[in-house]
C-alpha cells in the first residue's frame, strides 16, 4: 500500500470486518496510516479499500 499523497509506503493501522447478515459475506476494510511528517496524511488513517479516501480519526485540527 503506498499513500496517495507523498507515495511512500504506508503502515497497516488496524482492519477491520463486517459480515453482511443477508448474505453472510465478510468484507475486509484495511487501514494504513502514513509516517512521514512532511504527508498531509500523516498519522491519519487511510483506507485501503477505497484508494485515496482517508478518514481523519486521530489528528485534532485547530482552525
Ligand atoms: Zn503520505
Redesign the pocket.
Known sequence: MI?P????A?ILSHVTSTTEIETGETTTHYYYT?L?PR????LKVINGSEEGKEAEIREKKES
Open positions: 499513500c499523497n507523498c507515495n511512500n504506508v502514513c512521514d504527508c498531509p496524511s500523516y
